[in-house]
């Protein structure tokens, strides 16, 4: 992430210095990857359940690599500036999985009131592979072998 961007964010008092914790933050990875393997059976009779399942997984991964660059939020409803840190920190591949995830999530709230949803199981098992591919990419910045 460069300076500028992590400047702005405390600037803006959306987050703030924090202390990483090595054993929380491998906590907190298990309980993502446990989150993504309870997604998994639902995908083919609930894709839409499955997908907003799997994006709350990335939101607790990308929870936990900023606490482990050494920063938190600071709001309530951190969703934005969670995904702004992460977004402006990862590779490009990493992005474009948090944006597909983003876009996915945008599309279930605004069809949520429709009570007809575009979601597939297809699009449910191809982003369930994403979403895995990502968590061993956090897993592998933060050096976390399990």
Known sequence: MSDRSIQQLLAAGL?????????ETIDLIE?????LREARPVIADDPVRSVSQMYDVLY????????????????EDDYVVVLRFCEASLDRKEVE???????????????MYDGCFSLTSEDASSMFKRARKFIAR???VLAISK
Do not use: P
Request: net charge positive; hydrophobic share 35%; aromatic share 6%.
């Open 15 to 23: 987050i703030e210095k924090a202390a990483a914790d090595c054993k």
């Open 31 to 35: 309980s993502a990857e446990q989150g």
């Open 60 to 75: 607790s991964v990308c929870r936990v690599f900023m606490l482990s660059q050494g920063y938190r939020t600071v709001v």
């Open 97 to 111: 999985t948090l944006q597909a995830f983003n876009s996915a999530e945008r599309r279930r709230h605004d069809e």
């Open 138 to 140: 956090i897993k592998t």
